[in-house]
């Protein structure tokens, strides 16, 4: 049928053995379809050969039109192979019981890609594991080094959330493997892919940051010399978020800045909102409110452009992140609840936590300790323990506060004192700062003084020392450390008030109304009175 002539498939619809069934898709008339069923269950090798003709014909596809995705024109794309959304899948079922690994290879990121954009995460990655479990020891070289650190990248992009830190280190050797067979003058692009993965994995184990840089510039170096615009965008994305989790906020942008100019001119407008809202998470480090908020527009703008867009919840987590710090509350309770409902419908109950999380966070900046109690009371019971363990010490900078709000001080404490044990492993000063002046709070409330002064003086030798101030709301650190200094009689208590009070009027008079000013000053500011005092 699907190779006869436009006359004749006419001539087959008016016989009535083919049915129109919307959408420009067809059905064979069901006694022809119960005839060769038959056919095929009597004969398996003719079974087998259909079945590998109608996969590649569906793996082709994707693989012909998969990278169109990301383009402006992807949500009408997207919404036609959701059409075929099982065929494909059935596809890649075939190519792996046939253990195809070639075609696997060759069609698994147009497959992820697929999935991520519209929202089944979950099934993608499951597809992928069954995919890993196919005996890679028989292809030959180099198809057997790189085949399964490949795939692993790619479920990683799927459900890394999900996926446990102690799995990191054995995955990580097997692509620092794979490097060392390759020979990059024959496989230049797999060569670089595996830098991108070993640099990816190391960073999301949480390994020290910056020998992971090392690893980004050896990908770079050849991703440019070979012509690789795709990984060199996706490496100096990955570089530039690593610099911004040590501090290096300046560097950082630098790389985001160069990954976007990349995605511009490849119309990838998938990745350029994820990479807009990333820019602008960024550019908090610097005190750039003016291009937070730039950022934040753009990513707006790619958000609203396609239906499909809106299933990025990264980019709407981002954007709650920075309304937050710039004092839109209510856009920030927007994006928070925008990503809940994506990662609900994707699947990802970690995910939905981070969105919940955030939400939460929001109700502590308003002020409002009932509602934020029962919102966290009521995450907490609605996850497993270990999401919530998880979920707490990631996001340690909204439970810690919470904790300490709402007067209970012993999981405050606890919760800080893990938080200061991991990020002294992996080396992250102006985190650390952070954790520390939170700690010497929560210290300073239960009236153990000296101790809180400790933590308070270590806070800010580590900002001092730092190569940026925290993005998790630098104002409050300096405050929480000005807090516990004065209150314990420090002579250098007014030193972090100072930093505090011209890092908020810088970025106060990049805003153009005062209402805004308004908003920013009094959401970065942890202790309201103090900021109302000094504003009188």
Not at 139 to 166: I, K, N
Request: glycine share 6%; hydrophobic share 40%; with cysteine.
């Amino acid at each position: 049928v699907t190779g006869c002539s436009p006359l004749a498939f006419n001539q087959l619809i008016y016989k009535s053995f083919l049915r129109p069934e919307g959408d420009g898709r067809f059905s064979l008339h069901e006694l022809i379809r119960q005839f060769a069923e038959r056919e095929l269950k009597q004969d398996p090798t003719l079974h087998q050969a259909v079945a590998e003709k109608h996969g590649r014909y569906y793996l082709e596809l994707l693989l012909a039109k998969g990278e169109q995705i990301v383009t402006a024109a992807g949500s009408a794309l997207a919404d036609q192979l959701m059409s075929d959304i099982e065929n494909i899948r059935a596809a890649w079922q075939n190519a792996i019981s046939r253990q195809d690994a070639a075609l696997l290879y060759d069609v698994c990121n147009d497959f992820v890609l697929f999935h991520r954009y519209v929202g089944h995460d979950v099934m993608g990655a499951e597809l992928v594991r069954q995919a890993l479990a196919l005996d890679s020891r028989h292809l030959g070289p180099p198809l057997r080094e790189w085949y399964r650190p490949y795939l692993q990248v790619h479920l990683l992009d799927l459900a890394w959330q999900s996926t446990g830190p102690e799995k990191f280190a054995a995955i990580t050797a097997e692509i620092e493997a794979a490097l060392q067979k390759l020979n990059s003058a024959q496989e230049p692009i797999v060569e670089t892919q595996l830098y991108l993965l070993q640099s990816e994995y190391k960073r999301r184990a949480e390994h020290g940051q910056k020998p992971v840089l090392t690893i980004y510039e050896k990908g770079l170096a050849l991703g440019r010399q070979h012509g690789l615009p795709q990984l060199v965008a996706r490496l100096h994305n990955h570089a530039g978020m690593v610099n911004v989790g040590i501090g290096r906020f300046q560097a950082g942008v630098d790389h985001l800045q160069q990954a976007r100019a990349i995605y511009e001119q490849m119309d990838n407008h998938y990745d350029l909102a994820l990479l807009q809202s990333r820019i602008s998470y960024a550019s908090l480090g610097l005190y750039r409110i003016h291009d937070v908020l730039a950022s934040n527009e753009a990513a707006e703008a790619l958000l609203t452009q396609s239906g499909r867009h809106a299933q990025l919840a990264d980019v709407h987590e981002n954007l709650g992140l920075t309304y937050v710090a710039c004092g839109a509350l209510a856009l920030a309770k927007r994006h928070a609840e925008r990503a809940r409902q994506q990662y609900h419908r994707a699947g990802d109950r970690l995910g939905e936590s981070f969105s919940l999380s955030l939400y939460g966070h929001v109700l502590l900046h308003e002020g409002d300790l009932g509602r934020a109690t029962d919102h966290f009371e009521h995450l907490a019971a609605s996850f497993p323990a270990g999401i919530i363990q998880r979920l707490q010490r990631v996001d340690w900078h909204i439970w810690g506060p919470y904790y300490w709000l709402t007067g209970r001080y012993e999981p405050a404490r606890t919760l800080l004192a893990e938080v200061l044990s991991s990020l002294a492993e992996r080396s992250q000063p102006y985190r650390q700062s952070a954790a520390q002046a939170l700690y010497g709070r929560i210290l300073l409330a239960e009236g153990q003084a000296g101790a809180a002064q400790a933590q308070a003086v270590l806070a800010w030798r580590q900002l001092q020392g730092s190569d940026g101030l925290s993005t998790f709301q630098p104002p409050d650190t300096l405050n929480s450390i000005y807090q516990v200094l004065a209150a314990t009689g420090h002579p250098d208590a007014s030193q972090p008030l100072a930093l505090a009070r011209k890092l908020l009027s810088q970025a106060a008079d990049q805003l153009p109304t005062n209402a805004q000013k308004a908003d920013l000053l009094g959401n970065l500011i942890a202790n309201r009175a103090i900021m109302e005092a000094e504003s009188a």
